[in-house]
């Protein structure tokens, strides 16, 4: 079914112009419809879920901060309003704010209500499972996941692999088990935030209930947050002693998914977080 189609189909307009916008993973376009509006559009022609899930967690974080608001969605279209991006000297801290105000959203369990996506590589979300513990989570479903990929995947020797293994161990001494299920954006990077006029716009989520931190481990790896951000974070909802020690675990799993999507690359960055939380 064509772009057409859909937006007749969700909206009842006509498009009137198309421009193609660049996410990497799926079509997606800016299209101009027939009453002036502009709406944004990511297109698949598999037949999933994935843009479905996804407006379903950008109106779940949507009730506390700011994301485009979803016009329609189906396996094969996610419809959104435009954001019209805009300079913003206050959004770093604005970001902040609202992350903090995300983050005491919680959940008796962690985990999701469905499985999703970090980026291309599939996100278990324990559904059902009712877990209550955050290391048993982390482990079983976001490192050894990733470990056993990579070397599925001939990214990983033997021994790396056997060693990666051995973190489990370490967990109990590294995280507390008091940890909160919150709500988690899930793929915080520069990228996945707008910046809107008067306030950030949160996009392309891949969110669950989990530790808080997990979510700084992104705009930590790659850059794109400034002082403003974390500050104005840690004055709304202060981070808990021993984070910087928990910094590499999180990391970790992105960059193990790094090396999943993008390849060897991303090796070195591994094995260094491995050895920061074995030595």
């Not at 009712?130 to 990929?149: A, M, P």
């Not at 790396?160 to 489990?168: G, M």
């Not at 700084?216 to 403003?228: E, K, R």
Request: charged letters at 20%; one cysteine or more.
């Amino acid at each position: 079914m064509s772009i057409e189609i859909h937006i007749e189909k969700h909206l009842n307009q006509q498009v009137v112009n198309k421009q193609s916008v660049g996410t990497g993973l799926f079509e997606a376009y800016k299209v101009q419809l027939n009453n002036g509006q502009s709406v944004f559009i990511k297109h698949q022609s598999d037949d999933n879920q994935r843009l479905v899930h996804e407006g379903e967690e950008l109106i779940l974080l949507g009730k506390t901060i700011h994301t485009p608001k979803v016009l329609g969605s189906c396996k094969h279209c996610l419809i959104l309003e435009w954001i019209e991006t805009s300079h913003n000297l206050n959004v770093q801290s604005q970001m902040g704010i609202e992350l903090a105000e995300l983050h005491q959203n919680t959940c008796d369990y962690f985990g999701f209500g469905f499985d999703n996506k970090i980026g291309q590589t599939p996100q278990l979300n324990a559904v059902g499972k009712n877990i209550t513990d955050w290391g048993e989570f982390y482990w079983k479903y976001r490192l050894l996941f990733q470990i056993e990929l990579g070397f599925k995947n001939n990214l990983l020797k033997k021994d790396e692999y056997q060693r990666l293994l051995t973190i489990e161990n370490a967990l109990p001494n590294l995280l507390e088990s008091d940890i909160q299920p919150v709500l988690l954006h899930g793929d915080l990077w520069s990228g996945n935030v707008l910046s809107g006029k008067n306030n950030p716009y949160f996009i392309d989520t891949a969110s669950y209930y989990g530790h808080r931190e997990i979510d700084f481990a992104l705009t930590l790896m790659f850059g794109g947050f400034s002082n403003d951000f974390y500050n104005s974070y840690n004055e709304s909802f202060p981070l808990d002693d021993g984070f910087n020690q928990r910094k590499p675990l999180y990391m970790l799993y992105h960059y193990l998914n790094h090396l999943n999507i993008f390849g060897s690359g991303y090796h070195a960055k591994v094995m260094h977080c491995a050895q920061q939380l074995l030595s």
